[in-house]
């Protein structure tokens, strides 16, 4: 029916897991390459087996001590404080590793703040628990019986959770959409070392070689250009929810993503 035809034109993806190897093996080299994990930590977690579903003692011993690593600090931005009021929750060492790496840092992220205003998600979380603000939002009519948290875990598993989405990507490429994919650089948890890694397992034509852009004169972030409309462009001091910590960076690569314009290259812009 032409009354359901969506004109759609592109879309963007921003700091998104899009396929478990490359994003597993992106996640262990970021924490590394910014010093967060050690050496023999580091080798030793390459050793193991990310995808089996039975992983040794030694590999949960390992994936324990990768979690640890971010105990003290925020995955999702890395340079920026952590919440530090009594509300806040905080990663338990008795975190329960699942079998995988990507499933154990999913816990992980769980029990980790984002945002900042490191306590954006405790101010939310008291926020929509009231009895009052639940009546005018219509939630909660159920009356559950357990409280709002900003990352519930009522459903413990998703069962349509695809391993990678590139054979996806790719046939809407084929099909003439635009795709820009950005990347906040110090998000540890989809960090863009994944990105990269994942977009290059796609094995596509670069267009336009890695480069700065800017906005107001200041480096924003670097970008590369793909062929059949892929564009990877990293925001520069920006955690994972990337408007948050860069609002006018974001701005402006929105604003260019719209109107089908590259990234400024010069500091002029």
Request: aromatic share 12%; glycine share 6%; hydrophobic share 35%.
């Amino acid at each position: 029916m032409k009354s359901s035809y969506i004109n759609l034109k592109g879309f963007m993806i921003g700091n998104a897991a899009m396929n478990d190897e490359t994003d597993s093996a992106g996640i262990v080299d970021y924490a590394w390459s910014h010093a967060i994990i050690s050496d023999q930590l580091y080798h030793n977690i390459k050793e193991c087996d990310h995808h089996q579903e039975n992983v040794t003692n030694e590999c949960v011993v390992h994936y324990r001590g990768f979690a640890e690593a971010y105990s003290d600090i925020d995955i999702y931005s890395i340079y920026t404080p952590v919440c530090l009021s009594d509300y806040s929750t905080r990663f338990s060492s008795k975190l329960v590793v699942a079998p995988r790496l990507l499933s154990a840092l999913h816990e992980l992220g769980h029990k980790l703040p984002s945002g900042y205003d490191p306590c954006t998600e405790n101010y939310a979380e008291k926020f929509f628990n009231r009895e009052d603000v639940q009546r005018a939002l219509h939630a909660n009519v159920t009356k559950l019986s357990y409280p709002y948290t900003p990352c519930s875990n009522a459903i413990r598993k998703w069962n349509d959770a695809a391993d990678t989405i590139l054979p996806i990507i790719q046939k809407l490429l084929n099909s003439g959409l635009r795709i820009w994919i950005y990347s906040g650089d110090t998000d540890g948890r989809v960090p863009v070392t994944s990105t990269r890694y994942s977009i290059n397992k796609m094995g596509l034509k670069v267009n336009e070689e890695w480069r700065a852009w800017f906005h107001k004169s200041q480096v924003a972030g670097w970008v590369e250009t793909y062929e059949r409309g892929l564009v990877l462009a990293t925001v520069r001091g920006a955690g994972h929810q990337v408007p948050v910590f860069a609002p006018q960076q974001s701005l402006s690569l929105f604003s260019h993503f719209l109107s089908a314009k590259t990234l400024p290259a010069s500091s002029k812009f």
